[in-house]
């Protein structure tokens, strides 16, 4: 496993942007596969986006095309996502994932390490 610590949550307006960043322990770091979650108050967690190992492939989940963009430092060992025009209904908990292998999956159980999360507030 490696450890994972979000950062760049906040408060911000609607049509507001924010970019959350996810830093990992280990220099392998490279060699792994990086969801983005979310989970609101009274909601199941929910998929956002996600990047292979390489940076190659990404993947995101419909109501964030468009809007959100993951990208990868693997010299840095960083994942970010980058939020624009952002909505209330985007307000949530927001956690990375990582699994040691290819592919962009959207399960959360094909993930082995969490980080703790970063609140995101969009208010109206």
């Known amino acids: 496993q490696v450890q994972l610590v979000e950062s760049g949550g906040g408060l911000v307006q609607a049509g507001g942007s924010l970019r959350l960043s996810c830093a990992a322990s280990r220099r392998t770091f490279s060699s792994y596969a990086v969801g983005w979650f979310r989970q609101a108050p009274g909601k199941e967690r929910e998929f956002v986006s996600a990047?292979?190992?390489?940076?190659?492939?990404?993947y995101y989940a419909d109501s964030m095309k468009g809007r959100f963009t993951i990208s990868r430092d693997n010299a840095k060992n960083t994942v970010y996502l980058q939020m624009n025009s952002l909505k209330p209904e985007d307000t949530a908990v927001y956690y990375c994932?990582?699994?040691?292998?290819?592919?962009?999956?959207?399960?959360?159980?094909?993930?082995?390490?969490w980080g703790q999360g970063t609140q995101v507030t969009v208010s109206s």
């Open positions: 994932a990582a699994r040691p292998s290819g592919g962009t999956p959207s399960s959360a159980y094909e993930y082995d390490s």
């Open positions: 990047i292979s190992w390489s940076g190659s492939s990404t």
